[in-house]
């Protein structure tokens, strides 16, 4: 079974200050997807990033950048410089080929609320 | 290019009503999906649709829950009779293999949050 644990429930930062974001997995599929989103106050889930298991190289985007370490099973998202508009709810997804779907489905943590205080 | 519609966006109805939603995927999108957020947590798939075919529906409270995808594009998610515990977001997603991330990438709607009194 896929399972994805986001150990930080809560989190607030003074803005500017930067701040990782902690995802952990566990699956037993060889190919596999993992995945951030961004869910604001509005409610709508914001893709961010997706990484396949064969690409461990970190990536940068802008402020946002990510780290992903098989030998750890994890991946997690630091935030460079936080600004107000970066307060949502953060959520880490796995997903892998199952068997006699034929499709990928997504597993999700319970997500990481980030404030961040002026 | 529009995004994935959900209607209504808010509903409060009291238990052992009945309630529907509505989902209109992305234009193309072969596959939809419905997922179930309970305050608090991560979403949580309900069913998946491979065009007008259920695909997995192993977490559907099949009791209560139906969910329909007539002629492979909007669905319907129904909810008879409701509970107290069916208080959460539904979220809609659809995703294409022909899309940037293919099957991978998935494109949510806004939700429809239900409140059951």
């Known amino acids: 079974a896929q399972k994805v644990t986001q150990a930080q429930t809560e989190i607030s930062v003074v803005e500017k200050e930067d701040v990782t974001l902690d995802c952990v997995y566990e699956t037993r599929d060889t190919t596999y997807y993992l995945f951030w989103y961004k869910q604001p106050p509005s409610g709508e889930l914001v893709f961010l990033i997706r990484r396949n298991s064969f690409d461990e190289q970190n990536e940068i985007s802008g402020r946002y950048s990510w780290n992903f370490q098989k030998s750890t099973s994890s991946f997690n998202f630091t935030i460079t410089a936080s600004q107000v508009v970066d307060s949502a709810v953060y959520f880490c997804?796995?997903?892998?080929?199952?068997?006699?779907?034929?499709?990928?489905?997504?597993?999700f943590g319970k997500g990481t609320k980030l404030s961040v205080i002026p | 290019e529009a995004g994935v519609a959900q209607s209504p966006r808010y509903k409060i109805i009291e238990k052992r009503q009945s309630v529907a939603f509505w989902c209109n995927p992305i234009s193309g999108h072969a596959t939809l999906y419905w997922y179930q957020q309970i305050l608090g947590q991560g979403p949580k798939l309900l069913i998946q649709f491979q065009n007008n075919g259920v695909v997995d529906d192993s977490q559907l409270p099949k009791d209560r829950f139906s969910a329909e995808r007539l002629k492979g594009v909007d669905s319907t998610l129904k909810i008879q009779p409701a509970k107290l515990e069916d208080s959460a977001v539904y979220l809609c997603?659809?995703?294409?293999?022909?899309?940037?991330?293919?099957?991978?990438?998935?494109?949510f709607g806004p939700g429809t949050r239900l409140t059951v009194l």
């Open positions: 997804a796995l997903s892998g080929p199952r068997a006699g779907a034929g499709s990928y489905q997504l597993t």
């Open positions: 997603a659809s995703s294409s293999p022909t899309g940037p991330g293919g099957q991978n990438e998935q494109f």
